[in-house]
Structure formats: C-alpha cells, structure tokens
C-alpha cells in the first residue's frame, strides 16, 4: 500500500495513500512491542503521549511503532481498526480518494485526563473518548455531585 508521513492539521503528521484505496480494504498493521498493562504503566509514568493499542484479551497493549502508529483520530473516520487473531488490521471504512489522510477514531476509554479531539469535522465530539465512555464518566460526575449534595445537607 502507498502510504506517506508528512504533516497534518490534525496533529504534527498523519498518514497519507498516494493513491485510491478501496472501502473494506486492509491498509496497514498497527505494530510494535507487545506490553502488559503494568509494564506500559512503567514505561509511561508522567508521559503525555503515548501510541498504546489495547487488545481485546485485556492484559495485552502494543507499543504502536511504523505506519500505523501515525494515523490520527478523527470522529469522522475513513478508516477502522479490526483484531484478527492478535494482530490489529486497519482497514478502509469507505473509498478513500488518493492524497486524503487516513484517521480512524480512537474511541479511548478507562481514563480521565483531557483527550481534547482536534479533527475539524463538524462531527467532532471534541474528545478522542469513546462516546460511552464520556457516558460513564458523566454519570460518575452526577452520582458523586448527588453524594455531595447529601452529605453537605447533613453537615449543614
């Protein structure tokens, strides 16, 4: 596949095909060194950025490396992510044009630092999380404000 890094204006650089790719086909492998959770924990102690993909076993993260580590996330994707028998596959969501970036959406999940989305599409949800998970994360927001409320009335 004729993939290029060069700069984005979503973030920094993104991956480019230099020429058509057509939906449902395989674009690129996302690859690198198979971690534990505790082990990337380690590695990312106080790191910002890191280039993490979660498998669906749970205990197994990889520390994306080459091409596919560079695809940005967009809330209007072209492309998406499959696991195949442990690898990660992306793959064409739609006909993607020769020179358009490759984004997939992120859909980040199990944290609570900011994420802000900066895709530009008029979809964006303005976060890279998952929009379930911003569910969870509001009702947490509205028990715990419901828990303070109660124990504010019984100080008072």
Known sequence: MPLVVRPSPIHSVGVYTTRAIRK?????EYTGPRLTPEEADRLYDGVS????????DGKTLIDGEGLGAYLNHSCNPNCEVDEIKGRVWIFA??????GEELVWDYSLYDDQSPAP????SPQC???MYSPEWMAKLRRRARKKGLRDKAVSRRVA
């Not at 449902?24 to 690129?28: F, I």
């Not at 950025?49 to 669906?56: I, K, P």
């Not at 969501?93 to 020769?98: E, G, K, M, P, W």
Request: hydrophobic share 40%; net charge positive.
């Open 24 to 28: 449902g086909v395989r674009v690129v």
């Open 49 to 56: 950025r890191t280039y993490l993909y979660g498998l669906e």
């Open 93 to 98: 969501l739609r006909d993607i044009a020769a």
């Open 117 to 120: 989305c900066f895709c530009r």
């Open 125 to 127: 949800r303005g976060t």
